[in-house]
């Protein structure tokens, strides 16, 4: 079951008629956070050019203080994106340690040393910034996989490097460590599925950790160690699919984790091969 939610999240016929942009520095991607940061950012420009000159100005008086936050830093000077990503910081670390019972708004501001107020401007509250924690935890962990596979992929000298780094996916899939992201990945894409903005921010990490792999295996093409008649982004799905799913293989003591690997091996051997004379390497 939870193979299939990532395929739904990642295959949309739409997509194909009508592909999103791609995110490049100078444009950032529209998360909903993001919105509601270029929405903040409309209204101090409307707020400003709309102000009366007849009316004093709060800040602009030297008998009244600027409001600084719990650092001492000025209000109106700070990054609204910094102060986003401070408190994400500080959320997906209790998420990480304590689940949703560690988000609690007074707690998260005063560690992010912002006010209560800032966060649910930015969050839109305690569920806004749960949902916001559990993407981004997501995300990273996401980040990580993909920024390991395409840095063996470009490090590898021969295809038995290259077979060599996947049967270590393979095996370490069934490390104690990593059976703790499979079913964070699997709480998050759960409780997307009652939360619009988690199944947004889900959808886009999703979009990301697939368009990363994609690349990989592009790449391993152009080296001769992939079969060319295979898509990758259907290739991609598939092996997150078996990786992913091996959540059910968590819950059955009776399953012979060789003989999953083995399976998981073979699967993988339809697609990963070596073009004729390189298997043996330089």
């Given amino acids: 079951g939870a193979a299939v939610v990532v395929v739904e999240l990642s295959a949309d016929s739409s997509d194909e008629l009508h592909p999103a942009p791609t995110p490049t520095s100078a444009t ?58 401070r408190i994400l910081d500080v959320a997906v670390t209790r998420f990480d340690s304590d689940g949703p019972d560690g988000i609690v708004v007074t707690r998260i501001a005063a560690e992010a040393g912002v006010s209560g107020g800032a966060i649910y401007h930015h969050f839109s509250g305690r569920s806004g910034l749960i949902a916001a924690a559990r993407a981004e935890q997501f995300r990273r962990t996401t980040d990580r996989d993909v920024a390991e596979i395409l840095q063996a992929v470009r490090t590898a000298e021969s295809f038995r490097d290259f077979e060599e780094f996947n049967r270590l996916l393979v095996r370490r899939n069934r490390a104690p460590e990593r059976m703790t992201a499979r079913q964070q990945r699997v709480a998050a894409l759960a409780a997307a599925t009652d939360d619009v903005e988690t199944a947004l921010e889900l959808r886009e990490a999703q979009r990301t950790l697939t368009d990363g792999l994609v690349t990989a295996i592009d790449e391993a093409r152009q080296q ?4 060319p008649g295979v898509d990758a982004r ?21 399953l012979d984790d060789d003989r999953w690997i083995e399976l998981v091996e073979r699967v993988q051997a339809l697609a990963i091969r070596p073009s004729t004379g390189d298997a043996a390497g330089p």
Avoid: H, I, N
């Fill in 28 to 85: 950032p991607a529209m998360t909903p956070a993001r919105m509601r940061l270029d929405r903040r950012r409309e209204r101090m420009v409307t707020s400003t050019s709309d102000r009366d000159p007849e009316q004093p100005q709060l800040y602009e008086s030297a008998s009244v203080s600027e409001p600084k936050d719990r650092r001492g830093d000025s209000v109106r000077r700070r990054d609204p994106a910094a102060t986003v990503r």
């Fill in 224 to 227: 001769g160690w992939f079969d």
């Fill in 234 to 254: 259907a290739w991609a799905v598939l092996v997150q699919g078996l990786f992913l799913g091996a959540v059910l293989a968590d819950l059955d003591d009776r």
